[in-house]
């Protein structure tokens, strides 16, 4: 008797199937969620607020509205340069990304023995660190001993300065990143193992070729892993840093100045802080501006195979 | 399904396009933005998840010391150092020496290495969380006193500690100075000297430089020493490493030609970075690598430009450089090291490279921070310094009798020839004339046709506009 009045007391408000889960959804994501809102969002609001401010972090901001904008548009020639080579970088970077990617997936799609090491092998370079291989790379690169000019030369080719020469220092960062190839591999390779046999078998006894069922299976098939691989390959290199920073620091004659790494030296060597800020939100719109249009057209060429099909 | 996933790329992408804005806004999480960590989660068609990590590259020692169990009245003092590695036995040598003798004290060591070194204490600085006592290099000297970070020492230097100024080795206390007062005091320093590989010029008979040389002299030894030992036509021997677009070094050149790269009162370039003796420097340097041909083509373009392995390989008779590289020389069995001071060009000048300590302005026991400053970088801590380094008090390093040294000597000498650095004129050096000399020197480095003349007007044209938007 005491047990039931007790119960009616404190009785929770029944809640149907759908808020259970619901509270059940929002307690699993809280922990990202949290962290979203204290590390990303906090931060990117008040980066907005810095880049309508002068700040250099250690005397308190004042503000100048508008403008940091201005000034990057109208007034600083290396901000728009840096601009320039980080889009060639990207226009010519990307699609040689997905080409040696894809070319590479589809390699080491093949039925053998061992085939595990070679994914391996190739995937490697992608998680190291980026430091230790640019290193590595400069060694490789130096135009007096370096192992690429020793092989030109048994060749017979005189081989470029490479990253001592304006004209050549970003066609060999271009190169060194291309290491880097097993990211958009090893994606790719998922998307390719995701394609059931039984279409290829269709498609073999409607009489198509090895050239027909790449055109007409595997690549409209492929298609999200490339719009993933574009989209990512985009957001990546619009912020390169590392490899320039480490392996040039933007030069020779600022032929490397890539957009990050002369926000990084406004920011932390020059301390404007509000500029850097300001940049930074520029380049954050204009990648949404470039992931919008992407998605937006994707809908005509990216097929995806529902379930069940 | 196709609406799931457009959702997931979506969620994705705009996670990453926010971790890279909010890297960007470090208030209020000021991570250091070479460590970068990419926490990527994939989710594709066949929902197989990559997770791909993994990018630090700074390391950050802290070295804690014993806390005080009992005493709760014990001062406790952070100091920041850039050193790491060896570099820190001597600092814990001392600290340990200071404790013995001053019982009240606890210091802690705090090493930050790396680039991340300023970035870190400027947000400590800016947290009012900084180490009581703080190094710092030469050209970041300006910056931090002009935004208040530390604390004058012309009080505690004439206070109830009392320092004797004078013990210092000439010139080394200036670069600690800023506006007439003095804010730092010197831990180490380096001018620039001229290495020379006795094994190749006993080998080829030439007469090893002594410090009355000019540059003619330089030129001649160099040309001299210059070998394409099995004749192919590429050179085998280099007469002098020198250190392609390393601007502060580039100092030399142009003091030494009796030039300067700014004016004293720190407002124009143009008159100064175009001036008929900096072209003259500019002009012999690119001819030392284009016309002559006695230096190794630049292995980097990087900051130091150090990449050349020549000297250390035994196939460059000389190098111009700081006394960093030193000890691992002297362990070279490819080098029988000697040194000489620069040579004298029209004038005989020379640059100092230099690193000292401070008090934070808001540290909360600056008198305890004297105490030890005045032992750490004073008579008593030189005597440890010395055992690592050339130590700033001069009667230490005389005692020791680095003054007289073979090799020691010719960093104390260079010290009565210094001329003051660029940055010295102006707090907007590193974001004005910095750059514009630097791309000077790489054009005449990459194009050995390049106007000299020319070169140094766009560069003093570009340093003296951007100059003019710093101080609108």
Redesign the interface.
């Known amino acids: 008797m005491n047990s039931t009045s007790i119960k009616t007391s404190l009785r929770i408000p029944r809640l149907n199937l759908r808020q259970r889960e619901a509270i059940l959804f929002y307690l699993c994501i809280s922990p990202w969620l949290i962290g979203?809102v204290?590390?990303?969002?906090?931060?990117?609001i008040?980066?907005?607020y810095?880049s309508l401010t002068e700040w250099?972090?250690?005397?308190s901001p004042q503000f100048v509205g508008m403008d940091n904008y201005v000034r990057l548009f109208t007034?600083d020639a290396l901000a728009l340069k840096s601009f320039k080579v980080t889009l060639v970088y990207t226009l010519v970077y990307v699609p040689l990304d997905m080409i040696f990617g894809l070319s590479l997936a589809l390699l080491l799609n093949q039925k053998l023995r061992g085939i595990g090491v070679f994914r391996t092998v190739y995937y490697l370079p992608?998680?190291l660190?980026?430091?230790a291989y640019v290193v590595m790379w400069?060694w490789m690169f130096?135009?007096?001993?370096g192992l690429i000019n020793t092989l030109l030369k048994y060749a017979g080719i005189q081989g470029p300065?490479w990253?001592?020469?304006?004209k050549w220092a970003l066609s060999a960062l271009i190169i060194m990143s291309l290491w880097g190839v097993g990211?958009s591999m090893?994606?790719f390779l998922?998307?390719l193992?995701?394609i059931p046999t039984v279409l290829y078998e269709v498609a073999e006894i409607d009489g198509a070729n090895r050239w027909n069922k790449f055109w007409k299976v595997t690549l409209p098939l492929l298609t999200?892993?490339l719009?993933?691989n574009l989209?990512?390959g985009i957001?990546l290199t619009f912020?390169t840093?590392?490899n320039a920073?480490v392996a040039?620091?933007g030069?020779?004659?600022?032929s490397t100045l890539f957009y990050v790494l002369y926000?990084?030296r406004k920011?932390?060597?020059?301390?404007q802080?509000g500029y850097?800020?300001a940049?930074?939100?520029v380049l954050?719109l204009i990648?949404?501006a470039c992931?919008l249009v992407i998605?937006l057209t994707s809908g005509k060429w990216v097929f995806?195979?529902?379930?069940g099909e | 399904?196709?609406k799931y996933?457009?959702f997931t790329?979506?969620f994705v992408?705009v996670?990453?396009?926010?971790?890279?804005?909010?890297?960007?806004?470090?208030?209020?999480?000021p991570l250091p933005?070479?460590i970068?960590t990419i926490e990527k989660t994939?989710e594709?068609?066949?929902e197989?998840i990559?997770t791909?990590v993994?990018?630090?590259?700074n390391e950050v020692i802290v070295t804690p010391t014993p806390q005080p169990t009992a005493e709760g009245s014990k001062i406790i003092l952070r100091v920041g150092t850039g050193d790491s590695g060896e570099g820190l036995n001597p600092h814990q040598q001392i600290i340990a020496e200071f404790e013995k003798q001053n019982p009240d004290i606890l210091v802690q060591l705090e090493a930050v290495s790396g680039n991340d070194y300023?970035?870190r204490l400027?947000?400590q600085?800016?947290a009012g969380d900084a180490p009581d006592i703080i190094q710092i290099g030469d050209d970041a000297v300006p910056?931090f006193v002009s935004?208040?970070?530390f604390l004058p020492l012309d009080d505690f230097i004439n206070g109830n500690y009392p320092l004797d100024t004078s013990i210092y080795l000439p010139g080394t206390l200036d670069p600690g100075k800023y506006q007439g007062a003095q804010y730092f005091l010197p831990k180490d320093f380096s001018p620039l000297a001229v290495y020379y590989n006795k094994k190749i010029f006993d080998e080829y008979n030439v007469a090893y430089p002594t410090d009355d040389w000019t540059w003619d002299d330089f030129l001649k030894t160099a040309q001299e020493l210059t070998k394409d030992v099995d004749g192919d036509g590429q050179t085998d021997i280099w007469g002098a490493q020198l250190s392609a677009?390393w601007t502060s070094g580039f100092e030399y050149w142009v003091a030494a030609a009796g030039g300067s790269l700014i004016s004293p009162d720190g407002m124009s370039y143009v008159g100064y970075m175009d001036s008929p003796e900096t072209i003259k420097a500019v002009q012999f340097y690119s001819d030392l690598y284009n016309k002559y041909k006695v230096a190794?083509?630049?292995?980097?373009?990087?900051?130091w430009a150090g990449?050349n392995?020549e000297f250390e390989s035994g196939k460059a008779a000389m190098r111009l450089f700081g006394r960093w590289p030193q000890t691992g020389l002297l362990s070279n069995p490819n080098v029988d090291l000697g040194t000489v001071e620069v040579p004298a060009g029209d004038v005989k000048a020379n640059v100092l490279f230099w690193g000292g300590f401070g008090i934070f302005s808001g540290s909360e026991n600056p008198e305890a921070a004297w105490r030890f400053l005045k032992y750490y970088v004073g008579a008593e801590g030189s005597e440890i310094w010395k055992l690592h380094g050339i130590p700033p008090v001069a009667a230490v390093a005389e005692s020791a009798g680095m003054t007289t040294d073979p090799i020691e000597g010719a960093w104390i000498r260079g010290l009565d020839f210094l001329a003051p650095r660029a940055y010295v004129s102006t707090d907007y050096w590193?974001?004005t004339g910095d750059p514009a000399l630097?791309?000077a020197l790489?054009?005449v480095l990459?194009d050995p046709n390049a106007d000299v003349t020319q070169v140094m007007q766009t560069a003093a044209q570009e340093a003296q506009a951007a100059l003019d938007?710093k101080l609108k």
């Open positions: 979203f204290l590390f990303y969002l906090g931060p990117i008040a980066s907005f810095f250099d972090l250690l005397t007034r992608s998680v660190s980026g430091v400069m130096n135009p007096q001993y300065r990253l001592l020469d304006p990211r090893i994606i998922a998307g193992q995701d999200p892993s719009l993933f989209i990512f957001i912020q840093f590392t920073f040039t620091n030069g020779p004659l600022d926000l990084y920011a932390f060597e020059h301390l802080m850097a800020s940049m930074a939100w954050f990648v949404l992931t998605f995806y195979r529902s379930i | 399904m196709k996933l457009r790329y979506m992408v996670a990453i396009l926010a971790a890279f804005v909010g890297g960007c806004a470090q208030a209020s999480t933005p070479e970068v994939v594709v068609q066949v197989k990559i791909q993994v990018e630090v590259i300023y970035t400027l947000t600085i800016a910056m935004k208040g970070g677009n190794p083509p630049p292995a980097d373009f990087n900051l990449g392995p590193g974001e630097r791309r790489e054009t990459i938007e």
